[in-house]
């Protein structure tokens, strides 16, 4: 079959759209299109969080630098003998300590590295007293090491 998504895949497409999950990443995208929409100092609001969680002892992550790239929080990372799906079981854990109500994770394989970018948000029906959301951008950038 030409149509395969998957391995095995029999049918070439699926059952519905996603239309029931759309409205609140539309809400998310003209959200973040706002000038002033992401954080300022992210390494201040994420930076210990993240280094708590790594310091507990019971990942094989090990950290290699932390930077603020034009408004990006880059958090490069070492995975000694961890790839794609067993990659995601120690990345994950960590970007749950940093998570806000809404949490986009989009996961790319790169030449020289995984690559993990997230966008943490609130947006405004997710928060009372205030009227704006506002969110930050972490990029994960993940060596794994034989």
């Given at each position: 079959?030409?149509?395969?998504r ?42 210990p ?24 929080l880059v ?10 799906p ?15 109500p ?26 009372t007293?205030?009227?704006k959301?506002?969110?930050h951008?972490?990029?994960f ?6």
């Amino acid at each position: 079959m030409t149509d395969e998504r998957w391995d095995g895949d029999e049918t070439g497409s699926g059952i519905s759209d996603g239309e029931a999950f759309a409205p609140p990443l539309r809400a998310l995208l003209e959200e973040m299109a706002r000038d002033d929409w992401n954080t300022e100092q992210p390494e201040a609001h994420l930076e210990p969080h993240i280094q708590r969680w790594l310091a507990r002892g019971d990942t094989t992550l090990r950290l290699r630098r932390v930077a603020n790239e034009s408004g990006v929080l880059v958090i490069e990372l070492e995975a000694p003998g961890a790839d794609g799906p067993a990659l995601r079981e120690h990345i994950y854990p960590l970007i749950a300590t940093i998570a806000e109500p809404t949490t986009v994770i989009v996961e790319r394989e790169l030449p020289a590295e995984h690559r993990f970018d997230v966008t943490l948000a609130i947006v405004p029906w997710q928060i009372t007293g205030f009227p704006k959301g506002h969110g930050h951008l972490v990029r994960f950038r993940v060596v794994v090491e034989d």
